[in-house]
């Protein structure tokens, strides 16, 4: 195995933000307006437990259709190809949902995914988010729900391999940074940008970035 691949979902993978879209068909979108309002003066990790129970009561069918219709981003599943192709093993890490980013990662063959737990009863959101990867507390970090950066460094440790990290938002961020090679794909953060090795509009141009690199043993140091 030549390294892992992570790669955010939500801006990345997805064209779409999935909060946006179930709050907008599930006619919620005033109550992420007003989390939207408040959000400055909270942690991200209470920002997800506010989103969790906005969305409680919801059926998990309902929600899994509704994610289902949301857009890839152009090219990525040629993209996630390619990196199988070359050896790399594939991992979604998002700051959405774990039934639906297992969900996605199997559609598009990825092999593992990394996300929010929410409870579930009688198939039915409770509106209870279960953190299980909690933030390292990096200086600056805004406290996540799901810490990236965690994920990435303790896969890292598992398997050998150079570390790829893609990523478009402030949550990508401690992962791109941490990453021997990361990358900002159509970055919503100066900060994002500011830490990658590479910035790209996308996949097709990312896709011929790395055909240059990885012929090469390439580490954090240089390559």
Known sequence: MKGIAFLDMD??????????????????????????KRSQYMFEFEIS?????????SRKEKLEELFDSIPLNENVENFINFLK????????VTDSYQFLAQRLAKKLGIDL????????????????????????KIPNCKEYSLCKRRVLLELGRKFYGVTLAIGDGAS????????????AYNPKS??????????????V???????????????????
């Open 190 to 203: 100066q900060q994002l940008t500011d830490v990658a090795k590479f910035v790209v509009s996308n996949f």
């Open 11 to 36: 801006g990345t993978i997805l064209s779409r933000r999935t909060v946006d879209v179930l709050c907008e068909a599930l006619e919620k979108l005033d109550g992420l307006k007003e989390l939207d």
């Open 172 to 183: 990508d961020i401690c992962m791109v940074q941490a990453a021997d090679v990361g990358v």
């Open 205 to 223: 141009e990312l896709e011929k970035i790395l055909s240059q690199i990885l012929p090469f043993k390439f580490r954090s140091s240089g390559y």
């Open 49 to 57: 437990q506010e989103i969790a129970r906005l969305l409680s009561g």
């Open 85 to 92: 192709n070359h050896g790399f093993k594939t991992v979604i």
């Open 113 to 136: 995914a990394y996300a929010n737990t929410v409870e579930f009863k009688d198939d039915i959101l409770t509106g209870k988010l279960l953190m299980k990867y909690p933030c390292m």
